[in-house]
């Protein structure tokens, strides 16, 4: 089934580390794209890609780091510098126009 | 650039009555838009979309949408609701109103949807 997944579902992480989110698509799209969504606030995107080897800043993309070296994979790396991590990852690809999201993944930072 | 707004923050319907969630955006030509739909932690699902030509346009799980030039609105509907509707749904549009492929989209805040038995 084409599609994108997101692993792992639930993370937890000690402030100050490190941590990368996964997320792959088999739907040969050439764009994809990192949103952050808390409650109440709907979606923020962080960053995306348009395609390999090439990427953009969203509108909050202090804090996170991506990379975009194979069309299938964006990972996203939420550094120590992010103030608030705690959040829901969102995952989208597109090829035409709409966009596709995987299942997301909830990154809990204590 | 392209801003969307849905006005109700919540909504609540009791089963088998209809459900009308309201969007609107900014930009003045005819702008392409989208209607998504989420369950409580899960990812967004795809509801319909509107390009060009009619109008009203059908979508999943039994849910419409009317574009309206004149009000700056796509609003969404469904004649009746079931209880698995309970869900949040987003407005969205991209930069412009512009087709384009890998376009950034601009979100709604959503609309939290809560069915009474």
């Known amino acids: 089934d084409g599609g994108i997944t997101q692993s792992p579902k639930y993370l937890f992480r000690k402030e100050g580390q490190n941590v990368t989110l996964s997320c792959e698509q088999n739907l040969n799209h050439d764009a994809m794209y990192w949103y952050r969504q808390d409650p109440g606030q709907g979606l923020r995107l962080i960053y995306y890609?348009?395609?390999?080897?090439?990427?953009q800043k969203g509108d909050i993309a202090e804090g996170y780091s991506v990379s975009r070296e194979k069309k299938e994979s964006f990972p996203l790396t939420v550094t120590s510098a992010q103030k608030n991590p705690t959040a829901f990852y969102l995952c989208?690809?597109?090829?035409?126009?709409?966009?596709?999201f995987g299942p997301g993944t909830r990154l809990t930072v204590t | 650039a392209q801003s969307v707004t849905q006005p109700d923050i919540h909504i609540t319907v009791s089963e088998g009555a209809s459900l009308e969630l309201r969007c609107n955006y900014s930009?003045?030509?005819?702008?392409?838009l989208f209607w998504y739909v989420q369950s409580p932690g899960q990812g967004l699902q795809l509801l319909l979309k509107y390009f060009s030509g009619d109008t009203l346009v059908q979508g999943i799980k039994g849910f419409e949408a009317e574009f309206k030039r004149s009000q700056s609105s796509f609003n969404l509907r469904k004649p009746s609701v079931h209880w698995s509707d309970a869900a949040e749904y987003f407005c969205?549009?991209?930069?412009?109103?512009?087709?384009?492929?890998?376009?950034?989209?601009?979100f709604g805040g959503g609309t939290r949807v809560l069915v009474k038995p």
């Open positions: 969205a549009v991209p930069p412009y109103g512009v087709k384009a492929a890998g376009n950034k989209l601009t």
């Open positions: 930009y003045g030509a005819t702008p392409y």
């Open positions: 989208a690809s597109s090829g035409s126009g709409e966009q596709y």
């Open positions: 890609s348009q395609i390999v080897n090439d990427f």
